[in-house]
C-alpha cells in the first residue's frame, strides 16, 4: 500500500490524540514531530518511532515529507498553515480554522493556488452515527434540526473571552455539524450567550443559537444549545423532516420514515413509528479523518468530502464570529452581510 508521509506540528495537548490518528491511519507513514518545546516533541516521536525536527524550516527542507498535521493554539493556526502551504505541503489543520476571518480567506485561496488536499479537524463528521444521521437527512428533507451537547468546566487554558474560547471552542464541532447535516449554506442567525455564569474569565459558558438555511417553505432551521453547566447530561440530536424524523440517543439513531406526519386510514392502528435503529460507536474518529485525507491527497479521484474543507472551515469560522456578535448585540445577523463587513 502506497503511504502519504506525514510529519506533526504542535505535540502538546490536542497534538498527542494527532499523534496517535497519524500513527495508526493505514495508509499514512508518520516521519517527523516538530515542536518548539523539545521535551514534548521528542517525547511524541519516541513514542511513536518517528524522527523530532526542531523548527518548521528544517521539516520543510525534507523532500520526503508531503504532508502535515497542524495542531498548535488557534492564533498560530494561520501562520503554521501558510508556511505548510507555501512549502506545497498536503495538510490537515486543528479547529477552529483561525483567529479571523480575514486570515480564513487567505488561507481558502493559499490551498487553491497551492492544489493541495487541505482540511479541518471536524472529526465528528466521520463517526458511524452521525455519517448515517446525514445520510437520513438526505432522505427525509430535514425542516427543523437539534443539536445539545452539554459538558462541564472547561480547563483554564480554554477559558477567555475570545470568541473561539469557553464553550465556544466546544461547539465548534457543533457549528460544523448542524451545517453538514442541513447540507446548505446557513443564511441568518441569532443567538443568546452568557458569559462568567460559573467562571470569572470572562469566556462565554452558555450558548443557544438558530440558524437558518434558506427561506420560506424551503427553510430550514438549525438549533446549538450547550453549556458547561449541563455535566452528565445526555447528548441530543433530533431532526424533523417533511419525510420523517430521526433522533440519536447516545451510538444509536432511530428512525420513523414516510410522509410527516403520518395519517393512518381511519380506524387503523397506528404502526410502531420507529422502523430503524441503527448502533453506531463510541470513540475519536481523528484516525478515520487523517486515513480519508490520507487517501485524498495520494489518489487525485478521492474527494476531499466528507471531510471539512477549507472553504467548510471559513465558513465555520464565519457562523462563530457571527454567533458572538449577535449574543453580543441581540440582533439577528445576516451572513451575508457579515462576511462582506469583516473585510
Not at 527542507?61 to 502551504?85: F, N, W, Y
Not at 460559573?198 to 434558506?214: D, K, R, Y
Request: aromatic fraction near 6%; include cysteine.
Amino acid at each position: 500500500m502506497e503511504k502519504l508521509r506525514v510529519g506533526l506540528v504542535g505535540a502538546g495537548g490536542r497534538g498527542r490524540a494527532h499523534a496517535n490518528a497519524i500513527a495508526n491511519a493505514p495508509n499514512i507513514e508518520f516521519v517527523a514531530v516538530c515542536d518548539l518545546d523539545a521535551t514534548a516533541g521528542e517525547e511524541v516521536a519516541e513514542q511513536y518511532g518517528s524522527e523530532y525536527i526542531a523548527n518548521t524550516s528544517e521539516l520543510y527542507a525534507r523532500d520526503d515529507i508531503a504532508a502535515v498535521g497542524i495542531c498548535v493554539q488557534t492564533p498560530s493556526h494561520h501562520k503554521m498553515a501558510m508556511e505548510a502551504l507555501e512549502a506545497g505541503r498536503h495538510l490537515v489543520t486543528e479547529k477552529p480554522m483561525a483567529a479571523s476571518l480575514s486570515e480564513a480567506k487567505e488561507m481558502v485561496a493559499a490551498v487553491a493556488e497551492a492544489g493541495v488536499v487541505a482540511a479541518l479537524s471536524y472529526q465528528l463528521r466521520f463517526g458511524p452515527v452521525y455519517a448515517k444521521m446525514k445520510e437520513l437527512c438526505e432522505e427525509i428533507e430535514p425542516l427543523q434540526i437539534f443539536f445539545a451537547r452539554q459538558r462541564g468546566m472547561l480547563v483554564d487554558k480554554y477559558m477567555s473571552p475570545e470568541p473561539f474560547d469557553g464553550i465556544m471552542d466546544f461547539i465548534s464541532h457543533d457549528i460544523d455539524m448542524v451545517p453538514f447535516l442541513a447540507g446548505r449554506k446557513p443564511t441568518a442567525l441569532l443567538a443568546s450567550l452568557q458569559r462568567d455564569t460559573w467562571g470569572n474569565a470572562g469566556a462565554i459558558e452558555v450558548a443557544s443559537v438558530q440558524i437558518e438555511f434558506g427561506s420560506g417553505d424551503d427553510k430550514i432551521v438549525g438549533c446549538i444549545s450547550s453549556s458547561m453547566g449541563g455535566a452528565g447530561m445526555p447528548e441530543r440530536l433530533d431532526v424533523v423532516g417533511r419525510n420523517g424524523i430521526a433522533r440519536k440517543e447516545g451510538n444509536s439513531i432511530y428512525l420513523a420514515a414516510g410522509p410527516n406526519p403520518p395519517n393512518p386510514p381511519e380506524g387503523a392502528r397506528p404502526p410502531d413509528p420507529w422502523c430503524m435503529c441503527f448502533e453506531g460507536e463510541a470513540r475519536d474518529f481523528t484516525c478515520d479523518l487523517y486515513e480519508h485525507w490520507a487517501a485524498a491527497a495520494l489518489d487525485a479521484e478521492v474527494p476531499v468530502a466528507p471531510a471539512a474543507s477549507y472553504e467548510d472551515g471559513y465558513n465555520a469560522l464565519l457562523l462563530t464570529l457571527a454567533i458572538v456578535e449577535s449574543g453580543t448585540s441581540g440582533e439577528k445577523i445576516e451572513l451575508e452581510e457579515f462576511a462582506a463587513a469583516q473585510g
